[in-house]
């Protein structure tokens, strides 16, 4: 059980706090229509989300490992067919490929931005690559003008997994509508969250937009009658109400995600590898992480502290034994294999109060012996 006195890494407690009557009404309101499934909260919010990220369709589904697999079925994607990613992202970006029958194809990362290197991924390609699921880790985009260009010049398709980067931006377009389809999830303890497990699939493609809305209710279109094989995987009203409300603060939520991560690289950047320092929203700060030596002293020191701390990821997916199966081994994708050794997220939660900031770099910086003054007051 989490120790209640520590500071946590994403306070979903004091967010209730500010939302709560607005959030208790909204679920009223659901009881009272009697309607829980595809009804006028889940159809309000696609077009809510879709305004948003700057497509013309967008789809409820239950969760976000759901609208990979079903932005794959969409697409296609069929066994025998390959997917390239990357093997430094949460298990369900590869589990979803495995999922349709595809064969997961991984390439390394860039050292700086923990995302997929474009300059590795044309060494993959082969006659058998039909996609490409690109992940915006932690909230900050991937160099999409290289993967889009090798995407059109190899007749691939590019699957957005922007899971963690609602809000991202990339040369005046959201992650997520960039690509051919986009995929997002609103675990609670997202950028976006919903009270439960809840997920969205966005596109510009009125075909691919038709065949989702297909998949995700077991292949209807008419009730009773099924076109394909699909699954249940449908948006409830309830979390749809919620995240209704919420997206209303996305904005101001981000913003004050990215104030707290400049201070915390401000602060920090001599003692550890911190992110860098952004202007505009090409990073929203799902997660903050820096990359230190003697990584599991310092996770030991802060919750001693009263501070969490997580690690996002310790296994690539290459080294998972789920995927023994594709014969990777350690050594293969170096990059990631570090930076999986390394890597350690901080509290980043928009509701983390310039206290709680101080003790957070305070302790991280008496970890590592600076010998410099308290943090200064922002």
């Known amino acids: 059980m989490e120790n209640p006195k520590l500071i946590p890494?994403?306070?979903?407690?004091?967010?209730?706090?500010?939302?709560?009557?607005?959030i208790i009404s909204d679920i009223a309101e659901v009881l009272d229509s009697g309607t829980y499934i595809l009804g006028?909260?889940?159809?309000?919010?696609?077009?809510?989300?879709?305004?948003?990220?700057?497509?013309?369709?967008?789809?409820?589904?239950?969760?976000?490992?759901?609208a990979l697999y079903l932005a794959l079925k969409a697409l296609d994607i069929k066994p025998g067919d390959?997917?390239?990613?990357?093997?430094?992202?949460?298990?369900?970006?590869?589990?979803?490929?495995?999922?349709?029958g595809a064969k997961p194809v991984f390439v390394d990362i860039d050292e700086e931005s923990y995302n997929i290197d474009p300059t590795k991924i044309e060494e993959v390609?082969?006659?058998?690559?039909?996609?490409?699921?690109?992940?915006?880790?932690?909230?900050?985009?991937?160099?999409m003008n290289e993967i889009l260009r090798i995407a059109q010049a190899w007749k691939i398709k590019v699957i957005e997994d922007a899971c963690q980067a609602i809000g991202t931006e990339y040369e005046g377009r959201r992650a997520g509508a960039i690509g051919d389809i986009g995929c997002f999830s609103f675990f609670p303890s997202k950028s976006l969250g919903a009270f439960g497990d809840a997920g969205a699939v966005v596109t510009n493609n009125q075909d691919l937009y038709e065949k989702v809305c297909e998949l995700r209710n077991h292949g209807s279109t008419t009730k009773y009658a099924h076109e394909s094989i699909g699954i249940n995987s449908r948006l409830d009203e309830i979390q749809a109400a919620i995240l209704l409300t919420k997206l209303n603060y996305l904005d101001i939520f981000l913003h004050k995600r990215k104030e707290i991560a400049r201070r915390y690289t401000e602060q920090l950047h001599r003692e550890v590898k911190a992110p860098p320092i952004v202007e505009t929203r090409e990073h929203t700060f799902h997660q903050y992480c820096i990359k230190v030596d003697r990584r599991?002293?310092?996770?030991?020191?802060?919750?001693?502290?009263?501070?969490?701390?997580?690690?996002?990821y310790?296994?690539?997916?290459?080294?998972?034994?789920?995927f023994h199966y594709l014969h990777y081994k350690g050594g293969d994708f170096p990059i990631a294999e570090k930076t999986a050794k390394h890597i350690l997220a901080l509290p980043i939660s928009?509701?983390?109060?310039?206290?709680?900031?101080?003790?957070?770099?305070?302790?991280?910086?008496?970890?590592?012996?600076?010998?410099?003054?308290?943090?200064?007051?922002?």
């Open 9 to 22: 890494m994403v306070d979903l407690k004091k967010e209730l706090e500010i939302l709560k009557p607005i």
């Open 350 to 378: 928009p509701e983390l109060s310039i206290e709680q900031q101080n003790k957070i770099i305070a302790a991280v910086r008496t970890f590592f012996k600076t010998g410099r003054e308290e943090p200064t007051e922002a």
């Open 296 to 312: 599991e002293e310092l996770a030991v020191y802060l919750k001693n502290k009263g501070i969490s701390s997580a690690v996002y």
């Open 125 to 143: 390609v082969s006659p058998k690559t039909k996609a490409i699921i690109v992940v915006h880790l932690f909230g900050r985009v991937a160099k």
């Open 40 to 66: 006028k909260k889940g159809e309000q919010f696609e077009k809510r989300l879709a305004d948003y990220v700057g497509t013309t369709c967008a789809v409820g589904v239950a969760n976000g490992t759901d």
């Open 314 to 322: 310790p296994i690539p997916l290459h080294l998972q034994e789920a």
């Open 82 to 100: 390959e997917v390239i990613t990357t093997p430094f992202t949460f298990f369900a970006t590869g589990e979803a490929i495995a999922q349709v």
